[in-house]
């Protein structure tokens, strides 16, 4: 059960990187490590293993204030904005 909430965490990054490049916040993968102030081999670690740190976590809320540590944790969605969570979807739709 564990390897699948981690496995969903990955993909709730990957959801926000593409969101992130199409609200013009990035425009490709180094853009989106160098936005939140992390190195690109660390991030493309993070979008394919199974590790969100606190320190990364509290990073992306700060940078992208429209998301919560609860969806990002836990996929949970009742604290977004109804706008944020269908621009959401859809960035995932791209994957």
């Given amino acids: 059960m564990l ?4 496995e969903s965490v990955a993909r709730r990054l990957r959801t ?3 969101y992130a490049i199409s609200q ?6 180094t853009q989106m490590a160098e ?7 660390r991030w493309t670690q993070m979008l394919n ?3 969100l740190s606190k320190e990364v976590a509290f990073k992306i ?6 998301v919560t540590l609860e969806w990002l944790w836990l996929g949970k969605t009742e604290g977004l904005r109804l706008q944020t969570l269908r621009e959401l979807e859809a960035a995932a739709k791209n994957l």
């Fill in 3 to 6: 390897a699948k909430k981690d």
């Fill in 16 to 18: 926000l990187q593409a």
């Fill in 24 to 29: 013009g916040y990035a425009e490709n993968q």
């Fill in 35 to 41: 936005h939140l102030g992390l190195s690109e081999p």
């Fill in 49 to 51: 293993s199974r590790d």
């Fill in 61 to 66: 809320v700060e940078k992208f204030p429209e």
